[in-house]
């Protein structure tokens, strides 16, 4: 498969040293005033959380009541809506530790939204991550975990107020979520930290074939630059283990000073059908934070998104994205976020009042308010 070769090439070079342990957020170098709330602890357990809501402005006006398309977690139009809340406990590895992160809302129900629920089983939907760490003394950073955590791919984390805009992109919104498995990551130097996963596959607590999923993730972070890449490879399609699926997620990251950030974050995937058809995405974003001040800051993002089938939007269809995020941080946990998108596509694929799927595009007005606590 010259598709398979292709996209292994890079990482076989990495494979000797063997996760970046967790997803990768454009790390925000703004200056932080007003101050943060201090973190919240119990003796050796710190706890964090937040609460998401928004109001969407579709003007399309669909009779969903839905932004069409894609959009994770802004998916509500023309309504108020609780994104999501979220309560986080977690003791670092020292040399036993664990996180579990437990929540509710319409954003939990999108992030589980490929979980097959059997019965007794519909709890999962309440958990984001829960997993166990090891992380021997001595060993040199070197962390073991176990459980379900969020994926290493992509430049965007799960939270809200952890991103540069409210909306999630394209690349997010078709890529996975979580897994669940094992991964072990181990620093090399003090700018690499490499890893190595095993998990059910995409998307899955409970795996739906036989097969399992590897993980191959490198993180370089330097003062200023710095890259990540992550490999995802494994059978996904449900009781077949025939026709594999392969994901490269590479993300740049650019803090030249605290006033300005930027990244750019690039996917290839490749996936053969059972009947002998291939399934190729290809897609770039790229995205900047302006801080004009202590409390205000302005992201511009815009992205392409190339699905040529099987296993993402649906369509096979040119994917487009912009978005204009302002932001107002206030004191003691608390910001307000307003923003522009624009998503279009080279085929019908937006509703419009009573029509679906029969426009090329869709314009949403947005305002989200978020308060947190101990992150």
């Not at 993730?217 to 710095?226: E, H, L, R, W």
């Not at 490269?248 to 030249?256: A, E, F």
């Not at 897609?283 to 089938?309: M, V």
Request: aromatic content about 16%; charged content about 20%.
């Amino acid at each position: 498969m010259k598709y398979s070769t292709c996209i292994l090439a890079p990482y076989v070079l990495l494979f000797a040293a063997v996760c970046a342990t967790g997803q990768t957020p454009p790390a925000d170098t703004s200056q932080q005033a007003p101050a943060d709330p201090p973190a919240w602890t119990s003796g050796p357990i710190k706890f964090s959380g937040f609460v998401d809501a928004y109001y969407s402005l579709n003007l399309n006006h669909p009779a969903s009541g839905s932004n069409s398309g894609v959009r994770f977690f802004d998916q509500k139009a023309n309504t108020f809506s609780l994104n999501m809340a979220k309560l986080t406990l977690e003791h670092a590895p020292e040399p036993i530790g664990f996180r579990v992160d437990l929540g509710f809302g319409r954003g939990f129900d999108l992030f589980h939204a490929f979980e097959p629920l059997e019965d007794g089983q519909t709890i999962n939907r309440n958990i984001m991550q829960a997993y166990v760490s090891v992380k021997p003394e001595g060993w040199g950073g070197f962390q073991f975990d176990f459980g379900k955590f969020v994926t290493s791919a992509g430049a965007e984390p799960t939270e809200t107020h952890l991103n540069w805009n409210y909306s999630r992109s394209l690349i997010y919104s078709l890529g996975p979520f979580y897994h669940f498995g094992a991964r072990i990551a181990k620093p090399v130097n003090s700018v690499w930290t490499t890893g190595f996963q095993v998990v059910n596959g995409w998307n899955n607590v409970d795996d739906n074939n036989s097969g399992k999923t590897i993980g191959i993730t490198n993180a370089f972070a330097g003062k200023k630059i710095s890259y990540f890449n992550n490999y995802y490879a494994g059978p996904e399609k449900t009781g077949t283990n025939e026709g594999w699926r392969q994901f490269s997620d590479q993300v740049l990251l650019l803090t030249p000073n605290d006033k300005a950030s930027f990244y750019l974050n690039y996917n290839y995937g490749y996936e053969k059908g059972t009947d002998g058809t291939k399934g190729i995405i290809s897609a770039i974003a790229a995205a900047a934070r302006f801080q004009a001040n202590d409390i205000f800051a302005i992201s511009p993002r815009i992205e392409y998104y190339n699905d040529r089938g099987i296993w993402t939007s649906g369509t096979i269809q040119k994917l487009k994205e912009f978005t204009l995020t302002a932001e107002l941080k206030h004191s003691k946990g608390f910001l307000t976020r307003m923003e522009y998108r624009r998503d279009w596509s080279n085929e019908p694929f937006f509703d419009r009042g009573n029509q679906t799927g029969n426009f090329k595009s869709q314009n949403t007005f947005l305002i989200g308010f978020i308060a947190y606590f101990g992150e």
